[in-house]
Antibody
Framework: QVQLVESGGGVVQSGRSLRLSCAAS????????MHWVRQAPGKGLEWVAI????????NYSESVRGRFTISRDTSRNTLYLQMNNLRAEDTAVYYC??????????WGQGTLVTVSS | EIVLTQSPGTLSLSPGERATLSCRAS???????LAWYQQKPGQAPRLLIY???SRAPGIPDRFSGSGSGTDFTLTISRLEPEDFAVYYC????????FGQGTKLEIK
């Protein structure tokens, strides 16, 4: 069955970097696009980034463009989110989610990133 | 960017009642690209409805979706205790956006 497991979250100082991982199983990353979605404490869902199924294109929300980079390692079947120059407003639970073509059909359990000033 | 506005913000109902949740888009959305998710406290969102009206695998038939253009609706025909949660609509299209959520609480 499809499973997504995020890791790499933690407490980091403002301005520093962090890399999140999302290990996928039950399917291969080169058959599906993948997203990162975040949720600040007590708030709603905010889309962050997408990498297309073939890795040919990536897109980002305005709030993270130029600071965050989405990538993948198909040999490890793992998705990544490199987060640089972190700000307090980046504090959130970060979810990876599989692109189902017209929706996000499977989600990981999330990993919490806390940016301290 | 397409803005999705959900109403009401909070809906208070009793088990067995019917719930109607609304999602209005700032511009027309293809029905193929409108989805609904359920999120319970401490859990990840779960896909309920895709393509505006198709239930995801394993979703009970008391959940139904409808609508087109700028107005979409999620209906829960007869509320079960496990249905009390937050519901988000979502439009699939760059930039991908979510509504702010409707909290369905027990009355």
């Amino acid at each position: 069955q499809v499973q997504l497991v995020e890791s790499g979250g933690g407490v980091v100082q403002s301005g520093r970097s962090l890399r999140l991982s999302c290990a996928a199983s039950g399917f291969t990353l080169y058959s599906h696009g993948m997203h990162w979605v975040r949720q600040a404490p007590g708030k709603g869902l905010e889309w962050v980034a997408i990498i297309w199924y073939d890795g040919s294109n990536r897109n980002y929300s305005e709030s993270v463009r130029g600071r965050f980079t989405i990538s993948r390692d198909t040999s490890r079947n793992t998705l990544y989110l490199q987060m640089n120059n972190l700000r307090a407003e980046d504090t959130a639970v970060y979810y990876c989610a599989r692109d189902g073509g017209t929706e996000l059909d499977y989600w990981g359990q999330g990993t919490l990133v806390t940016v301290s000033s | 960017e397409i803005v999705l506005t959900q109403s009401p913000g909070t809906l208070s109902l009793s088990p067995g009642e019917r719930a109607t949740l609304s999602c209005r888009a700032s511009q027309s959305v293809s029905s193929s690209y409108l989805a609904w998710y359920q999120q319970k406290p401490g859990q990840a969102p779960r896909l309920l409805i895709y393509g505006a009206s198709s239930r995801a695998p394993g979703i009970p038939d008391r959940f139904s979706g409808s609508g087109s253009g700028t107005d979409f609706t999620l209906t829960i025909s007869r509320l079960e205790p496990e249905d009390f949660a937050v519901y988000y609509c979502h439009q699939y299209g760059s930039p991908y956006t979510f509504g702010q959520g409707t909290k369905l609480e027990i009355k």
